[in-house]
């Protein structure tokens, strides 16, 4: 089992950067396939990316391939996610779920963080 903890959520300008935290308990994330979504009031749930159990991040959604960057630090049981050059369609709520084994079948998910990137 594990438990995951966001953080790093905020407020920015338009142009700058944030990067998230997911930091899980209980599993190393080495053991996960670890995805970020987010979801925007009114909107329905987007991917954002993933990374997989060998450590490569798969892919990344069009609308933020090029900006956001998805790493792990085995060390620190922490999946990132950076986030450059934010725009104001960014704003979003932002989850990060766990895939044990790189399965289908999400074990936990984050409480979500909230970005907000302003004009």
């Known amino acids: 089992q594990v438990q995951l903890v966001e953080s790093g959520g905020g407020l920015v300008q338009a142009g700058g950067s944030l990067r998230l935290s997911c930091a899980a308990s209980?599993?190393?994330?080495?053991?996960?396939?670890m995805d970020w979504f987010r979801q925007a009031p009114g909107k329905e749930r987007e991917f954002v990316g993933n990374i997989g159990r060998s450590d490569v991040s798969a892919y990344y959604a069009d609308s933020v391939k090029g900006r956001f960057t998805i790493s792990r630090d085995n060390a620190k049981n922490t999946v990132y996610l950076q986030m450059n050059s934010l725009k104001p369609e960014d704003t979003a709520v932002y989850y990060c779920g766990a895939r044990m084994g790189g399965g289908s079948t999400y074990d936990a998910w984050g409480q979500g963080t909230q970005v907000t990137v302003s004009s």
């Open positions: 209980g599993r190393t994330v080495s053991s996960y396939a």
